[in-house]
């Protein structure tokens, strides 16, 4: 009987200093945040983990990461490999892996997309001037003009040996076409991004570019919790909880101007050379930020209809779409992370 009570308070004193130890070490987790203006958006990284100096380290290799990618693909840097495309004057051209990869990835959700995604929209969204100082609404015959420079197609992507090693060409076959990665070379980003912190050993991180987001892990032991915003304003209109998801939004409140009350945004519908008019906002929730990020500007040009039909047919992709009238949908499976206010 004695032994047995002895036995019990081991067992309970043993119980209890694992349970110290446990919370010693939730506690000691620490909290890392910075942030700073890379791809024209304000980017922020928290990472959650043990030794500021690694936190804090691991975070800056992240931004140089995303700095990298924005040397290299951004269409406004002059000699970014992008903008070495476009004054090749329809040269074929040798590029990065990496590049290729990007522009590779970007026909395949053109084709999958019917073409709703296009990178070749280049001279359009300079002509409508979204990111410059002095934006406006081009004429008719400007717009068709142009559009008759665009299609995915007219990207040629060829690989050949040297004898030491595969180099990879890039050739546009009209040297009136401008590629912009501005659809997908964010989610690139943030995606390698991640990657470099899980290198780093981070297992729990937030890196949110403008509403761009990827998450590694889960946060002390729940999932992370993403707010919707709003097309109109900054009230929250759904609530995402996943670990280890890209959660990519495109909005028309993002960029863009208004005249008379319209609003031009800088999401174009490759058919007519016009900011597309099927969505408010769509939301696409998968483990590749690449995909996210281009799926979200092809389902925001596609339409509720047909977005949702695409995005229920691919495995392991989920959407959450505003729609012109302010009406939200969801794709079949996005219950799984979305919770709305009516549920
Ligand atoms: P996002 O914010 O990811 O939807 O990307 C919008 C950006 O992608 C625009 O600022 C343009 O640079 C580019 N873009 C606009 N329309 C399209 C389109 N239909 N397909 C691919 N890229 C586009
Ligand atoms: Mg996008």
Redesign the pocket.
Known sequence: MRQKSINNILIVGVAFVIFALMMFDRGSVRKYKDSRILMDTLVEITVYGNGKQKLKSSVNEAFDEIKRIENLMSGYISNSEIARINDAGGNALSVSPESAAVIQAAKDVGRLTDG????T?GGL?RLWG?TSESPRVPQKSEIEELLAHTGSDIIEIKNYYNGKQTIVSIRLTDPATTI?L???A?GYAIGMAARRLRERGIESALIDAGG?IVVIGDKKGKPFRIGIKSPDDDSVIGVIEASDISI?T?GDY??GFSIGGVRYH?????KTGRP?RRSRSVTIITKDAILA?AL???V??MGREKGLKLINSLKGVEAFIVDETNKMFMSDNAGIYIKTGDQ
């Open positions: 709703a995604f296009d990178v929209l969204t979204f912009d501005g659809g997908i964010k761009d990519v495109s993002e960029r800088h999401i174009l519908d490759p597309a990020d979200s500007t092809a925001f040009v």
